[in-house]
């Protein structure tokens, strides 16, 4: 069963042959030469081989976790051979500025310089199946945690397949000790890599306990969020998700469910969740980038429902697949074709 919503796909160690200048066009790395050719990745103006992309102990990045990211998921076409989407590229883009704004950030680049670097590190590896980016701006140099710059960035693709509707993974989940960050210590809608050791604490104790997950409650006792994805609950036919004020971050698929639960006309709400909610619910989901719609059947040992993926969560799982891979016509604004 899976626990973690984050790919790890940060750079491994090696040699660093990177350029500094933040060019236009990036040039493309050559291969590794025996084995496996290497992934590629993008990185300050260039794209090159994986180990060749590093950064400095020194950097507020390594040191204070001083950056901004976005996970973006692009999905192979259902009906155009070898063409893959990006799916909701200016919403993602649109929250790494916001996230820039909050830490203090110039972004070097703008959302066409970002659309246009992703495209190309995705065809620099030529995927053609469902993947995963992740887009990072980071402090760099050797840079203390009030730096403000210099600014870099990395972008690394790494191939992830979509969730198996037929036989979709599921998860224990447990009500965390921890309580999520809030806006007035650590703003959850900021999407930093230092916000994840809150998310860390968590997931460490409720891995101890035997768990796959955990479900933050926040400072005000309500239900917050999980500790990489958003919660949805079915109850009483209603599909309600905490509000973008409870402490959580503005989720990309979080908006999603809501439209798609809209057009199918399920009943839905966004509001405070009490925790003995979640007991009685008849469903729950983790919903993002990574873990889509990932059903949860027990919440700390409790069934949740009958202890399967529910109708609704399945329903919206099929459809919510069938938008991202342009099955579902009136949706395709949201996505990018790669190819
Ligand atoms: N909350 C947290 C803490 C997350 O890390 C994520 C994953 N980005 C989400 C919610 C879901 O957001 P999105 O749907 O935009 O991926």
């Not at 030529?126 to 870099?152: A, K, M, N, Q």
């Not at 900021?190 to 479900?215: F, M, Q, V």
């Not at 342009?326 to 190819?339: A, M």
């Amino acid at each position: 069963m899976k626990s973690s919503f984050d790919v790890a796909v940060t750079p491994d160690s090696g040699q660093t042959h990177a350029t500094n200048g933040e060019t236009k066009h990036a040039h493309i790395g050559h291969k590794m030469e025996r084995g496996m050719p290497s992934r590629k990745i993008w990185f300050k103006g260039s794209i090159v081989p994986v180990e060749q992309a590093n950064v400095s102990v020194l950097s507020a990045t390594a040191q204070f976790g001083l950056n901004v990211f976005e996970g973006i998921r692009c999905y192979s076409s259902e009906s155009e051979k070898r063409q893959v989407f990006a799916f909701r590229l200016k919403e993602h883009f649109a929250r790494l500025l916001d996230s820039c704004k909050l830490l203090g950030l110039n972004s070097p680049y703008t959302t066409d310089d970002l659309k246009e670097y992703l495209i190309q590190t995705i065809r620099a590896n030529d995927y053609h199946e469902d993947i995963s980016v992740r887009l990072t701006l980071f402090v760099d140099g050797e840079s203390s945690w009030s730096s403000e710059g210099p600014v870099g960035m990395f972008i690394a693709p790494v191939s992830k397949p979509r969730l198996d509707v037929e036989a979709p993974t599921t998860l224990s989940a447990c009500i965390s000790t921890w309580e999520r960050i809030n806006d007035s210590c650590f703003p959850p809608r900021a999407k930093t890599g230092a916000n994840y050791i809150n998310s860390r604490y968590a997931h460490l104790e409720a891995k101890r306990n035997g768990y796959d997950c955990p479900i933050f409650l926040g400072r005000d006792g309500k239900v917050a969020e999980g500790g990489g994805a958003c919660l949805f609950m079915v109850r009483r036919g209603v599909l309600t998700t905490p509000n973008v004020t409870s402490s959580i971050l503005e989720g990309i698929t979080r908006s999603t469910v809501l439209n798609l639960a809209a057009d199918v006309g399920i009943q839905i709400m966004e509001r405070d969740i009490d925790r003995t909610e979640l007991y009685l619910a008849e469903e729950l989901f983790l919903c993002g980038t990574a873990a889509e719609l990932t059903p949860i059947t027990s919440l700390d040992r409790v069934s949740v429902g009958c202890g399967q993926p529910g109708p609704v969560t399945m329903t919206l799982l099929r459809r919510y697949l069938g938008v991202v891979s342009n099955q579902v016509g009136c949706y395709s604004r949201w996505l990018d074709p790669i190819y």
